[in-house]
């Protein structure tokens, strides 16, 4: 057993030693909302909008982007649990912003082993084999947060099973100060209609 899978187990069986009521939490979130946000690892949603087990859904991936995937939770979210209100959340210094789907797809041609980013940019220091399926696949890459944000809620909010009704919220959070600051033409392109 590695010691990741180690210091996991540890650490659940004392959160599981103090679980308490929280078997009684209810499924559908408790103040009614959801969040879109980045997996980055320096980003703890439950911190940064104050938010206890029950509370919310949050839907993360890279870059917190409006993904099919993102948008199919976003809709179960509403119409099984009932949220009446989205974020999308993107950050500063966000590694979706360090490369583009060519870049992406060349590096996943040569070796499907980690890159290392370096002065000069990505580059592979391992060995092959490679796939050329990632030139397939949209990396859904970030050139500029705010309109990423933009984009994303407007993706989200012409989507055909998103209610009108939902208001949909952007901001970009910032990693040197912890602030959610608004994308206002994020914030309106989301509002209920």
Known sequence: MSKIVEEVLRANEQYAATFGDKANLPMPPGRHFAVL????????PAKYAGLA????HVIR????????DAI???????????????????HT????ETFTDDI?????SHSLKTAQITESGWQDVGEGPGSPVGKYIRWLTIKDQAQSVVDDVVRIKSH????QEIPVYGYI?????????EVPEATEAGRAG
């Open 53 to 56: 087990e029950g509370d919310a």
């Open 72 to 90: 199919r939770s976003l809709v179960i979210s509403y119409k099984l649990l009932g949220t009446r209100e989205w974020f999308v959340i993107h």
């Open 37 to 44: 946000t980045c997996m980055d690892a320096r980003l703890d």
């Open 173 to 181: 959070y910032d990693v040197k100060t912890g602030r959610l600051i």
């Open 61 to 68: 991936n890279a870059g917190g982007r409006a993904s099919d």
């Open 104 to 108: 992406m797809s060349d590096l996943l």
């Open 93 to 96: 210094d966000c590694g979706m």
């Open 160 to 163: 055909p099973l998103v209610p």
